[in-house]
């Protein structure tokens, strides 16, 4: 782990950290999508996926943990996942870091966390944007696996990843 990622603690998110959060998801969102959606449709659904109340009703619902990756001066890395009602798979739903801090293992604390949150979990999946190379490589070299391909609501091409976590931390 680099000195960098080492730096920046992993806790739950609070409801005072929405405006940061909010605020990474947008720098983050636009960085990663506005190539392949175009600046006016990501700021489309920024605006709706990543509102303060979007955001807040995350620290309410069940099965889910929402975290953030903190040195006390800046959150640098957000993700949130929720299990499925037996508790078997997880379905991670954001894991997004500030694009200048990428690459630091900010992000692999914050899979790492999410995968601790799910004792009882054994796959985990997640959807990344078929054109988010970056995502894809990062999933990859986690040991996720492709497991099918579709369109999305808004007509998107996505691709679909899973990995095991009973074997996740192993060897």
């Given at each position: 782990m680099t000195e960098t990622a080492e730096r920046f603690f992993v806790r739950t998110t609070m409801r005072a950290d929405l405006e940061a959060v909010r605020a990474l998801l947008v720098e983050t969102w636009h960085d990663s999508y506005d190539a392949l959606m175009g600046r006016d449709r990501v700021s489309e659904i920024v605006d709706s996926w990543h509102s303060i109340p979007a955001l807040a009703a995350r620290l309410e619902r069940p099965r889910s943990e929402f975290i953030v990756a903190d040195?006390?001066?800046c959150i640098a890395g957000v993700a949130y996942a929720e299990a499925s009602a037996c508790g078997k798979t997880v379905a991670l739903r954001q894991l997004y870091v500030l694009p200048g801090l990428q690459g630091r293992g900010i992000?692999?604390?914050?899979?790492?966390e999410i995968v601790e949150c799910y004792p009882e979990a054994r796959r985990m999946r997640l959807e990344v944007a078929e054109g988010n190379v970056r995502a894809i490589a990062f999933y990859r070299a986690r040991g996720f696996e492709e497991a099918g391909r579709e369109a999305d609501p808004q007509g998107s091409r996505i691709v679909l990843f899973e990995h095991p976590l009973a074997v996740y931390g192993e060897g």
């Open positions: 040195d006390g001066a992000g692999s604390r914050l899979l790492n």
